[in-house]
């Protein structure tokens, strides 16, 4: 989606949706949830889905949704939102000739997940602190350079700069499996060269971290059998994802938004 503050220093001015506000305060504490490669991006991110959730709350609310009506743990606003999409917004079902399409697409996408068994040096910093950030980052190219052409002695470093819990095991976090770390490390281990420090730190919402590969155990083509529920999921969570942003487009086109410009009528809300 387009998302533009009004000037230079709207960052210290509050967003207003259909009267209610979208503080400061609260962007901040949301970036942390929409990590970027900046934080003026972290915070562009953060600003949209605090936007669209006040958009969807204002609209629960409009209709007299019951904010008692929750399941397991739901927070009220998280009762209300679920009320009204599942009200507004339908999760068709693929046909097995649409998933056998997708499957004959996409075969080089289905496979079991990579393992890789893992070292690192966390260099922590909070996302939102541009300069600890920077520094962090600085630090890792550091050791990185310390290390290139000898990896000998990532296990002391690592106990010496490391301050992730595995420090104490030299930094090895032994065998990683999809699913079990951040998705924007996860997504590093795949492009990583095996049995050499990477030549560049890996960014994640926690900070920088100095990588060496020991082992990549690559995953293997699935049947379409095999494939079939995540090939449903995929199919169903895509079509209800254009539906939901198209319904929020609506409700923003309605909306008496200030302190921030969203192009409803053109860009999605919700990516």
């Known amino acids: ?10 960052n210290s001015a509050d967003i207003h949706v259909n009267g209610r506000v979208v503080s ?4 901040n504490r949301e970036v942390q949830y929409h990590p970027a490669a900046s934080l003026r991006e972290a915070r562009r991110r953060a600003a949209t889905a605090l936007v669209v959730r006040e958009l969807l709350l204002d609209e629960a609310e409009r209709q007299g949704l019951d904010e008692q009506n929750r399941e397991g743990e739901e927070t009220r606003e998280e009762a209300l939102i679920r009320q009204l999409l599942d009200k507004a917004v339908e999760r068709p079902e693929p ?21 890789h068994e893992v070292s ?7 996302p939102d602190d541009a300069e600890a950030r920077a520094e962090a980052q600085k630090k890792a190219k550091e050791l990185i350079g310390q290390l290139q052409g000898d990896k000998s002695s990532f296990l002391s470093l690592a106990r010496e700069h490391s301050l992730c819990p595995s420090a104490e095991e030299g930094g090895h976090l032994g065998v990683i499996g999809k699913g079990q770390t951040t998705p924007e490390f996860e ?6 060269p095996v049995g050499q420090v990477a030549e560049y730190p890996v960014e994640t919402r926690f900070g920088y971290h100095v990588v060496l590969i020991h082992r990549r155990d690559e995953g293997r083509p699935l049947s379409y059998e095999e494939a079939l529920p995540q090939i449903e999921t995929y199919l169903v969570e895509s079509v209800y994802r254009r539906a939901v942003s198209q319904y929020i487009s609506i409700l ?11 192009d409803a009528a053109t860009s999605p809300l919700v990516q």
Request: hydrophobic share 35%; glycine share 4%; proline share 7%.
């Open 187 to 192: 997504r590093a281990l795949s492009r990583l």
């Open 1 to 10: 989606m387009t998302i533009q503050m009004h000037n230079p220093r709207a």
């Open 24 to 27: 400061e305060d609260s962007i």
């Open 252 to 262: 923003a086109g309605q909306a008496k938004i200030e302190g921030i410009d969203l």
């Open 95 to 115: 046909s097995d000739a649409d998933c056998r399409q997708w499957f004959e697409a996409n075969r080089e996408k289905l496979r079991t997940p990579d393992q």
């Open 120 to 126: 690192h040096i966390l260099l922590p910093a909070p």
